[in-house]
């Protein structure tokens, strides 16, 4: 009895010490709902190369974050990682508070239903009218039968066309997709986004394919989208301007690895600067 008395004490005393150790961060699997994003010591190797290394993120709701950094440095991975499209090598994943690794493939579909991904390449189908391709944003969630019905009789147009309205696009509802320009159908990729409702969208490069006039009224309305539903944004950018103007808080990335992490008020043109600055080889002049 004394002796489960001690071993309880000892067991306590351990809890509170690794308590005390780890402060108040954040860890993994900690109850924190505000929490869409968590990356803890992430690590990602494609082939022979290590696109990401140690990677630590924590992306809260209603967040909107621009994520750069010059080619290849892995911007397009920790997106696929956070819808996970990508395995981690080392670490944990955590998306809507789902663990990738750990969750099953039930609870992993349902976590991406409640992701909305955008990227560079308009991703629509271009044979089919909008409509089709702006439900295609709920065809996870309908049962087969609606989806398949829906490619003859499109369902819950009202629904559609509320969401074309939104993106600037109302008239378009029945033209070939294909036949549209590329902000336009880039509009349309985002209206599949709206008809999902996600709790967080990802957008990977999601101007980089239009003129800077389009691509700016691009970029606003994804903002203002993620501003007016409270829905935690994070977009990959060439546009190093873009994300210092229109984003709170700017992530670099290089070589896999995360150079800084700051709201953009306390970031400096210098640490922009070494961001893309290109190594000179060992010896060249
Ligand atoms: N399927 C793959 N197999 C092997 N290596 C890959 C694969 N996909 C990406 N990589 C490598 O991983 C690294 C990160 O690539 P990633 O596409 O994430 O970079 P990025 O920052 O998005 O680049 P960009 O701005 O050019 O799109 C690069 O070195 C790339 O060559």
Redesign the pocket.
């Known amino acids: 009895m004394a002796r489960d008395a001690e071993h309880d004490r000892q067991r306590d005393r351990r809890a509170e010490q690794a308590t005390a150790r780890e402060g108040s961060r954040p860890r993994v699997g900690d109850r924190d709902d505000d929490v869409v994003f968590e990356l803890r010591d992430v690590s990602v190797r494609?082939?022979?190369?290590e696109?990401?290394s140690g990677v630590d993120l924590v992306v809260r709701s209603g967040e909107r974050v621009a994520i750069i950094?010059?080619?290849?440095?892995?911007?397009?991975?920790?997106?696929?990682l956070l819808n996970g499209t990508t395995t981690a090598t080392r670490g944990e994943v955590r998306a809507l508070g789902c663990p990738y690794a750990r969750a099953s493939a039930r609870n992993i579909r349902a976590t991406q239903r409640r992701i909305g991904t955008i990227h560079q390449r308009f991703d629509v189908v271009a044979q089919l009218r909008t409509v089709h391709n702006v439900n295609a944003g709920r065809l996870g969630t309908w049962p087969f039968w609606k989806a398949a019905l829906s490619l003859v009789l499109p369902r819950d147009v009202p629904r559609v066309r509320e969401a074309l309205a939104q993106v600037g696009i109302r008239d378009k509802l029945h033209e070939r997709t294909g036949d549209l320009s590329g902000g336009e159908q880039q509009r349309v990729a985002i209206a599949r986004v709206l008809v999902q409702q996600p709790d967080a969208i990802l957008a990977?490069?999601p101007v980089a394919s239009l003129d800077p006039t389009r691509g700016l009224e691009i970029m606003k309305l994804l903002l203002d989208i993620s501003a007016e539903s409270e829905t935690a944004l994070l977009a990959?950018l060439?546009d190093v301007d873009m994300a210092l103007d229109k984003f709170e808080r700017v992530v670099g990335?290089r070589d896999?690895r995360i150079v800084f992490d700051k709201r953009r008020e306390n970031l400096h043109d210098d640490e922009v600067r070494a961001l893309y600055t290109i190594d000179q080889a060992p010896g060249s002049p």
Not at 69 to 80: D, E, F, V, Y
């Open positions: 494609l082939g022979q190369v696109a990401l950094g010059p080619s290849g440095a892995g911007k397009t991975t920790l997106i696929s990977d490069e990959s060439h990335l896999g």
